[in-house]
């Protein structure tokens, strides 16, 4: 099983600050099966980046992943007041079973 | 438009078992993988179960094996997960997600399926264990 740890736990900032967000795997992750995932009170997660690196549908180009093997970012530009919100990262890889990291909240400052 | 119902949780007892239904809605659902994640109170996302196409692939988080059943029927565009031997710690809200995937046949004979994350969520039907 892959272990997806994610760094921060927590990261407070301002409106229109840069966030940078962490999630290391234990073992490679295959194909960069990597995603991110944001999740506010209340609702569905919803899919921001696949991949690794490839926007989902929707999702404004303030986001943007990156990384390879074991160590991915996600990294927000100029965050706006809907940004804030837990991020979770998934592998979801050509084998079983999927896992996700245990998440970084965005908080404001 | 795209959509995924989650209906059939409630409160049962150790032990007990409970069905879970999700209606798609808006897409071709038998084209398409099929998921389960669920998500204790104040807590993280934990992949359950997936489910190919036709039904003939299962995959289940090593916590429920044994005891939970994914399962599809194409017709009704809907996906079920039948939990039995239920406990305490599968307390948490369920959702059923779609999975897109691409199917790769590569030039060293290795095949399979290529997924893109999980790109459409419902919005989740709650399950509490408790006596």
């Known amino acids: 099983e892959i272990v997806l740890t994610q760094s921060p736990g927590t990261l407070s900032l301002s409106l229109g600050e840069r966030a940078t967000l962490s999630c290391r795997a234990s073992?490679?992750?295959?194909?960069?099966?990597l995603a991110w995932y944001q999740q506010k009170p209340g609702q569905p997660p919803r899919l921001v980046i696949y991949?690794?690196?490839s926007r989902a549908t929707g999702i404004p180009d303030r986001f943007s992943g990156s990384g390879s093997g074991t160590d991915f970012t996600l990294t927000i530009t100029r965050l706006e007041s809907e940004d804030f919100a837990v991020y979770y990262c998934?592998?979801?890889?050509?084998?079983?079973?999927?896992?996700f990291g245990q998440g970084t909240k965005v908080e404001i400052k | 438009e795209v959509q995924l119902v989650e209906s059939g949780g409630g409160l049962v007892q150790p032990g007990g078992s409970l069905r879970l239904s999700c209606a798609a809605s808006?897409?071709?659902?038998?084209?398409?993988?099929m998921t389960w994640v669920r998500q204790a109170p104040g807590k993280g996302l934990e992949w359950v179960a997936n489910?190919?196409?036709?039904?003939?692939?299962?995959y289940y988080v090593d916590s429920v094996k044994g005891r939970f059943t994914i399962s599809r029927d194409n017709a009704k565009n809907s996906l079920y997960l039948q939990m039995k031997s239920l406990r305490a710690e599968d307390t948490a809200l369920y959702y059923c997600?779609?999975?897109?995937?691409?199917?790769?046949?590569?030039?060293?004979?290795?095949?399979?399926?290529?997924?893109?994350?999980?790109?459409?969520w419902g919005q989740g039907t709650t399950v509490t264990v408790s006596s």
């Open positions: 997600a779609r999975v897109p995937s691409s199917f790769y046949y590569d030039t060293s004979g290795s095949y399979g399926y290529q997924y893109s994350g999980v790109d459409v």
């Open positions: 808006g897409f071709p659902f038998k084209t398409y993988w």
């Open positions: 489910i190919k196409q036709d039904g003939s692939e299962k």
């Open positions: 073992q490679s992750v295959s194909d960069n099966s």
């Open positions: 991949g690794a690196s």
């Open positions: 998934q592998q979801y890889g050509r084998s079983f079973p999927w896992t």
